[in-house]
T-cell receptor, first 113, second 113 residues
Framework: DAGVIQSPRHEVTEMGQEVTLRCKPISGHNSLFWYRQTMMRGLELLIYFNNNVPIDDSGMPEDRFSAKMPNASFSTLKIQPSEPRDSAVYFC???????????FGPGTRLTVL | KQEVTQIPAALSVPEGENLVLNCSFTDSAIYNLQWFRQDPGKGLTSLLLIQSSQREQTSGRLNASLDKSSGRSTLYIAASQPGDSATYLCAVRTGNAGNMLTFGGGTRLMVKP
């Protein structure tokens, strides 16, 4: 079974550039979550989708961040324009229905110079 | 707003020792509590999940307890091994937060051979 797939694994960009992070959830999972992990703030939920519909985006820090889920097998998190304080590891996780356990991807380490 | 705290932030023990990791949360109205393991450069792996009606869960050398009224959980690791070295995070799903998890800052464990 393929787990949650994230790409790229590492991204280095310059301030002001657009960054797009990608996630493929586990097949059959209908909930998808985007998290951000930093040393200062730990692991924070940014947004989650249920059946491709955004349910709660209260964790999205600013309008520079946007997330989409055009179908059940793909989601993107976009930052435009990026800033150095966006540097973090971004995780995607998915789960099935009412199940409690979320399955995490390996993360994308973003560095904004 | 739910807050989750983990103590200690880091722990170093010799191989073979039994150890306890602590997790506390401020809002006792939780659905469940999970313990995760995170290896460097990797995503999170769920170790144990305790429903709010349960007192403990066991898996191999791991035992997690939950005292909902006092807002505390412990993860007990018996006969620690170098392979247990990782960061351990606890996360709670709170009653008014739908599918959202609130994570603690983690305990970084090193088991020395």
């Amino acid at each position: 079974d393929a787990g949650v797939i994230q790409s790229p694994r590492h991204e280095v960009t310059e301030m002001g550039q657009e960054v797009t992070l990608r996630c493929k959830p586990i097949s059959g999972h209908n909930s998808l979550f985007w998290y951000r992990q930093t040393m200062m703030r730990g692991l924070e939920l940014l947004i989650y989708f249920n059946n491709n519909v955004p349910i709660d985006d209260s964790g999205m820090p600013e309008d520079r961040f946007s997330a989409k889920m055009p179908n059940a097998s793909f989601s993107t998190l976009k930052i435009q324009p990026s800033e150095p304080r966006d540097s973090a590891v971004y995780f995607c996780a998915s789960k099935r229905g009412s199940a409690d356990t979320q399955y995490f991807g390996p993360g994308t380490r973003l560095t904004v110079l | 707003k739910q807050e989750v705290t983990q103590i200690p932030a880091a722990l170093s023990v010799p191989e073979g020792e039994n150890l306890v990791l602590n997790c506390s949360f401020t809002d006792s109205a939780i659905y469940n509590l999970q313990w995760f393991r995170q290896d460097p450069g990797k995503g999170l792996t769920s170790l144990l999940l305790i429903q709010s009606s349960q007192r403990e869960q066991t898996s191999g050398r791991l035992n997690a307890s939950l005292d909902k009224s006092s807002g505390r959980s412990t993860l007990y690791i018996a006969a620690s091994q170098p392979g247990d070295s990782a960061t351990y995070l606890c996360a709670v799903r709170t009653g008014n937060a739908g599918n959202m998890l609130t994570f603690g800052g983690g305990t970084r464990l090193m088991v020395k051979p």
